[in-house]
């Protein structure tokens, strides 16, 4: 027998150059990627790696799992905004969200080729003073979202107006007034809104005694129906809260109430938006949160994003049974501790998500996964990127929107006071973390794909 090797005449090494984060020590907002065609390689040496004016280093010494924003900051207004949001319509168009404390909402198409944001002019939602708005994203056609707000310059009235897509410019349908009572300003904080079942909104807002309330009505197009009966879910007055799909045709509401714990409850919605009684009150965590983020992730399971009573950015997990209002929590996992504001959560499927947050140096983003099925077990990456390297405040609750591929969206306020749009890829052992102890440095390096020799006959 005669043994042969196979030949790789055709691979060469690849040359990078980078230059390290703004922020000493941490990671870049824009890293070395290796090349998908090194992704069959036994290993990929890294080597040559030189910096100017101070030492460089690995942070590891392999690539490593990551989110990556190589283009710079795409700013879609220069107002100081008080809120910032953003909802996924399409794998390549977005509609972020933006208003002025004391001044009007306005929405803006994203449309996303590669890592690069475009941004259309904006159009208004609410021309007056408003407060506690949100967006989500409705339907199945990738064409229609509605948000909620309470209408500041009108009656404070919690009011909903959904908005269509089409050739690349936004319509708003007619605003509808959910309660003929005010709402109460969510310190901060937006209303909860989201479509417990096809054809069907719901939001959870601060009623007129500030207690928490759900309502829903039915929707066709950009027209909202006239809403069903108010269903007090908390007699305590809320200070944030979120709400999204348990399971087809049931709602799940959490919240931080005024007696220092964080909250849920479930409650089914009926084809003509009538919400059922809700099951009993659980405590998902004996603590009070800011900046409660719930998303669905599989029939009977959502994933709350949360910063906790110690300022640290949590994952927590929460089930029920099928057709079920009895809630089971799992445990909230820390992805970083520190004084964190402004986080917000969306997942890329059933059991993975993105979380980005500000830890008052830089805007971070970090992906975690989520045991499938009924279990709630969360595990947090083992490395926290940057998605901007200066302070990422605006909007709370909210802010980010993914894609099934890897792909997110960040709507926040850059360190201009500007409304800004990144881009970013998750990538698995691709990553190259150069880091310096000195900010913002040169570095180049070499990537060498090492494979495994091959027998043949």
Same mark, same amino acid.
């Given at each position: 027998?005669?043994?042969?090797?196979?030949?790789?005449?055709?691979?060469?090494?690849?040359?990078?150059?980078?230059?390290?984060?703004?922020?000493?020590?941490?990671?870049?907002?824009?890293?070395?990627?290796?090349?998908?065609?090194?992704?069959?390689?036994?290993?990929?040496?890294?080597?040559?790696?030189?910096?100017?004016?101070?030492?460089?280093?690995?942070?590891?010494?392999?690539?490593?799992?990551?989110?990556?924003?190589?283009?710079?900051?795409?700013?879609?207004?220069?107002?100081?905004?008080?809120?910032?949001?953003?909802?996924?319509?399409?794998?390549?168009?977005?509609?972020?969200?933006?208003?002025?404390?004391?001044?009007?909402?306005?929405?803006?198409?994203?449309?996303?080729?590669?890592?690069?944001?475009?941004?259309?002019?904006?159009?208004?939602?609410?021309?007056?003073?408003?407060?506690?708005?949100?967006?989500?994203?409705?339907?199945?056609?990738?064409?229609?979202?509605?948000?909620?707000?309470?209408?500041?310059?009108?009656?404070?009235?919690?009011?909903?107006?959904?908005?269509?897509?089409?050739?690349?410019?936004i319509v708003m349908g007619t605003e509808k007034e959910m309660t003929a009572t005010a709402g109460t300003e969510n310190a901060g904080e937006p209303y909860g809104?989201?479509?417990?079942?096809?054809?069907?909104?719901?939001?959870?807002?601060?009623?007129?005694?500030?207690?928490?309330?759900?309502?829903?009505?039915?929707?066709?197009?950009?027209?909202?129906? +006239? =809403? *069903? /009966?108010?269903?007090?879910?908390? $007699? &305590? #007055?809320?200070?944030? !809260?979120?709400?999204?799909?348990? @399971?087809?045709?049931?709602?799940?509401?959490?919240?931080?109430?005024?007696?220092?714990?964080?909250?849920?409850?479930?409650?089914?919605?009926?084809?003509?938006?009538?919400?059922? +009684? =809700? *099951? /009993?009150?659980?405590?998902?965590? $004996? &603590? #009070?949160?800011?900046? !409660?983020?719930?998303?669905?992730? @599989?029939?009977?399971?959502?994933?709350?994003?949360?910063?906790?009573?110690?300022?640290?950015?949590?994952?927590?997990?929460?089930?029920?049974?099928?057709?079920?209002?009895?809630? +089971?929590? *799992? /445990?909230?996992?820390?992805?970083? $501790?520190?004084?964190?504001?402004?986080?917000?959560?969306?997942?890329?499927?059933?059991?993975?998500?993105?979380?980005?947050?500000?830890?008052?140096?830089?805007?971070?983003?970090?992906?975690?996964?989520?045991?499938?099925?009924?279990?709630?077990?969360? +595990?947090?990456?083992?490395?926290?990127?940057?998605?901007?390297?200066?302070?990422?405040?605006?909007?709370?609750?909210?802010?980010?929107?993914?894609?099934?591929?890897?792909?997110?969206?960040?709507?926040?306020?850059?360190?201009?006071?500007?409304?800004?749009?990144?881009?970013?890829?998750?990538?698995?052992?691709?990553?190259?973390?150069?880091?310096?102890?000195?900010?913002?440095?040169?570095?180049?390096?070499?990537?060498?794909?090492?494979?495994?020799?091959?027998?043949?006959?």
């Open positions: 027998m005669i043994m042969g090797r196979k030949t790789f005449d055709g691979i060469e090494h690849e040359y990078f150059s980078t230059t390290t984060s703004a922020v000493a020590t941490g990671p870049a907002s824009d890293k070395p990627v290796i090349s998908k065609a090194y992704a069959s390689a036994y290993r990929n040496k890294i080597a040559n790696l030189e910096g100017t004016a101070a030492t460089v280093y690995l942070e590891t010494l392999a690539p490593r799992d990551g989110v990556n924003f190589p283009v710079a900051v795409v700013e879609a207004n220069t107002t100081n905004p008080a809120t910032c949001k953003v909802c996924r319509l399409t794998d390549t168009l977005f509609v972020g969200m933006e208003h002025v404390a004391d001044l009007d909402l306005e929405v803006f198409l994203i449309t996303v080729t590669g890592n690069t944001p475009s941004i259309s002019t904006a159009v208004s939602v609410n021309a007056a003073d408003t407060d506690s708005a949100n967006i989500i994203s409705i339907g199945t056609a990738g064409t229609h979202f509605a948000c909620v707000y309470r209408d500041n310059g009108g009656d404070d009235y919690p009011c909903v107006r959904i908005g269509s897509v089409a050739t690349g410019a809104i989201c479509e417990p079942r096809a054809g069907v909104l719901a939001i959870a807002w601060a009623d007129d005694a500030d207690d928490l309330a759900v309502i829903a009505a039915t929707y066709s197009g950009t027209t909202v129906a +006239t =809403p *069903g /009966t108010l269903v007090e879910f908390d $007699a &305590a #007055a809320p200070n944030a !809260i979120s709400c999204c799909k348990m @399971e087809e045709g049931y709602i799940f509401v959490t919240w931080s109430d005024a007696g220092a714990s964080h909250n849920a409850r479930v409650a089914s919605v009926s084809a003509a938006a009538a919400i059922g +009684t =809700p *099951g /009993t009150e659980k405590v998902v965590v $004996a &603590a #009070a949160h800011t900046s !409660i983020d719930a998303k669905f992730s @599989e029939q009977n399971k959502v994933v709350i994003g949360y910063v906790d009573a110690n300022s640290d950015a949590a994952v927590i997990a929460c089930t029920t049974a099928a057709a079920g209002t009895t809630i +089971t929590a *799992g /445990t909230g996992v820390v992805i970083e $501790a520190g004084t964190m504001t402004d986080l917000g959560i969306d997942m890329i499927d059933n059991t993975q998500g993105m979380l980005k947050y500000d830890n008052g140096t830089s805007g971070r983003v970090s992906r975690f996964s989520v045991a499938a099925g009924s279990t709630t077990t969360v +595990t947090a990456d083992a490395k926290i990127d940057n998605f901007v390297e200066t302070a990422a405040a605006g909007g709370g609750a909210g802010g980010i929107a993914c894609t099934p591929t890897g792909k997110c969206v960040i709507v926040y306020e850059d360190a201009d006071n500007d409304v800004g749009v990144k881009v970013g890829q998750y990538y698995e052992n691709r990553i190259i973390d150069i880091r310096s102890a000195t900010a913002s440095i040169v570095a180049t390096f070499d990537v060498m794909p090492v494979y495994q020799l091959e027998a043949t006959n």
